[in-house]
C-alpha cells in the first residue's frame, strides 16, 4: 500500500507540475521567438524572388505565405528586395516584416513618370491561441528630391477565411514634396488569418524644366499585433484540480 502511495504521489506530482507549467504559459505576453524560412537562400530573410516562387517566412506563430506578383512597372530586380522576418515585437506591435529595396524603389526622374508594383500574400496564425487584432506599416527610409508628385506604400486587408474575402482595412504610408508619412495602423475583430494585397506607387515629376530628381522607398516595415484567445475554463479548472490533488495527497501521506 506503501508503494501504491509513493506511485499516486509521484503521478500527482508530475501531473501538478504540467498543470503549472501550462496555467505560466498562458500568461506568457511575449511568446517564443523565432525567423524560419523555407525555399530561400538565407535563414532569416527571403528576396521577393524567392518569395514568389514559393518561399514563406514564418516569424513565431506566423507564417507569411502564398505570395503573387500581381503587377510590376516600377521594381525591375526583384532578387534584390530583401524581405526579413521581425521576431522583436512580443504581441505588440507583434512579428512583422522588413523590406530592404536597395535602390530597386528608386528612380531619376526626368519627365513625368507614373509606375507602380501590386503583390500579395497571406498571414495565418500557426499554433499558440494568438489571434491578429491590427497592422501597422511604418516607413523607415526613403528619398524625395527636386520633384513634385509622391511615392507610396497601400495596403489592404481581407479576411481569408471567408469567400469572396470581405475587405477590413487599409494602411498608406508615403512621402512628397510637403513631407512624409511615417506611419499607419487599422484595427480590425481578432483574426486567425489574413489576405493582404500591396501596392507600391510612384508617380514624380522634375521640379523645373529640365532637372532630374530623385524619388523612391528604401525600406518599410509591416507588423501585425496580436491578442491572446483566453484560456477556457474547463482547462483552469483541470490544472486547479490537479494541484488540489497533490496537497490531499500531501496532508494523508503516512508518518
Known sequence: MQGHNK??????????????????????TGGYSSVITIGCSEAESCTLEELFAGGSITVNDKIFENWVLDFNTLVYDFSQVVVTGLNDGGYDPGPGLRYEFN???????????????????????????????????????????NVFGGVGVNEFISQCQLHPWPYIGDLSIGANEE??????????????????STELLLYAYPTGLGGIGSAGIESFEQRFSQTIIPVPPALWLFGSGLLGLVGIARRKKPS
Open 7 to 28: 506511485t499516486l504521489n509521484h503521478y500527482l506530482k508530475r501531473s501538478a507540475s504540467l498543470a503549472a507549467a501550462f496555467i505560466m504559459l498562458s500568461f506568457t
Open 103 to 145: 535602390g530597386n524603389l528608386s528612380i531619376k526622374v526626368s519627365h513625368e513618370i507614373e509606375l507602380d508594383t501590386v503583390f500579395y500574400y497571406t498571414v495565418a496564425t500557426t499554433e499558440e491561441p494568438a489571434f491578429i487584432k491590427d497592422a501597422s506599416l511604418t516607413l523607415i527610409d526613403y528619398q524625395f528630391e
Open 179 to 196: 513631407g512624409a508619412g511615417f506611419f499607419d495602423s487599422v484595427e480590425f475583430t481578432r483574426q486567425p488569418s489574413l489576405f493582404v
